[in-house]
């Protein structure tokens, strides 16, 4: 079945400092969400994207939908100690009988501040 | 602002014994999804339904798990009987008919079964 491989597991950064993240895919996706788990909580979304090549911010974050439609980056600038979480990438194809969600395994956020 | 309510937020039961999860979707919302999130395996869709049909249901052990909607507003996990290894945070999520939107998921049932 599909898989994400999303990366880093975890990092661990100073406050101020910008965050990288990825995600890529053995197939095509038609959508990529950015999703954030603090903890004891579910996962809430943070950015849709539903284009290849689209690229979306929202506030501090920006992600975009790889040219491929195998990847997507999302980026955190000038990180805060509310950064804090585990964000998750996931693809979806919608269409036919199907509509769920395919998750990355997350990558765990620390920031010091 | 519209949630996704789970309960119980916290449960710890005995192996083998009866356990049942409960979500109320968004208002509105026609499609509601089980996962489950555990450290080796993430998330993990379990069952969806649309429309209160069940769509898929493959990612869930049939012989111990069941998921059901009794009408719009109550979704259902049940496990009989449980097992140490079921142990894991259980989330509900919703969505609109166009889930390129993305789910709404609830806070999660966490599971000990000891």
Not at chain 2, 78 to 90: F, L, M, T
Request: charged share 20%; hydrophobic share 35%; aromatic share 10%.
């Amino acid at each position: 079945g599909q898989q994400l491989n999303q990366s880093p597991q975890s990092m661990f950064i100073q406050e101020g400092e910008d965050v990288s993240m990825n995600c890529t895919s053995s197939s095509i996706f038609n959508t990529w969400l950015w999703y954030k788990q603090d903890p004891g909580e579910g996962p809430v979304l943070l950015i849709a994207l539903y284009k290849a090549g689209e690229l979306t911010s929202n506030g501090r974050l920006t992600a975009q939908f790889g040219i491929t439609r195998k990847d997507s980056f999302l980026n955190i600038s000038a990180s805060i100690p509310s950064d804090v979480g585990i964000y998750f990438c996931a693809g979806m194809n919608y269409g036919g009988s199907q509509g769920n969600l395919i998750f990355g395994k997350g990558t765990k956020l620390s920031v010091k501040p | 602002d519209a949630r996704v309510t789970q309960t119980p937020r916290h449960k710890v039961t005995e192996m083998g014994q009866e356990v049942t999860m409960r979500c109320q979707p968004i208002l509105g919302h026609n499609t509601v999804f089980w996962y489950r999130q555990t450290m080796m395996q993430g998330l993990e869709l379990l069952a969806y339904f649309r429309n209160r049909a069940p769509l898929d249901d493959s990612g869930m052990p049939k012989d111990r798990f069941s998921a059901e909607m009794p009408d719009a507003t109550l979704a259902t996990l049940k496990i009989q009987p449980s097992e140490p290894r079921d142990s894991a945070v259980y989330f509900c999520a919703s969505a609109t008919r166009d889930p390129n939107y993305g789910y709404t998921f609830g806070s999660g049932t966490r599971l000990t079964v000891v």
